[in-house]
């Protein structure tokens, strides 16, 4: 059977927390539009946006099965 391959795109956007720790590790992704025509934005707005954020649990077996191999 052939092995199961790594999907790029996934694996560039999210980051895996202490992948091979003993607890369950956490997928950090960071949210879009964070360049581009900003000023019209709040400063607030522009706060909540920043950092990376975790995934939520209903995408997080879906993300898993795509990075397998990470």
Same mark, same amino acid.
């Given at each position: 059977m052939a092995k199961q391959k790594t999907n790029k795109t996934a694996k560039k956007r999210v980051k895996v927390t202490n992948p091979k720790g003993n607890r369950k590790p956490k997928l950090l992704y960071t949210k879009s539009h964070q360049n581009h025509l900003r000023t019209k934005r709040s400063s607030r707005a522009k706060r909540r946006q920043a950092g990376p954020k975790v995934v939520d649990s209903s995408n997080? $077996?879906?993300?898993?099965? $795509?990075?397998?191999?990470?």
């Open positions: 997080e $077996k879906s993300l898993y099965r $795509k990075i397998v191999n990470l």
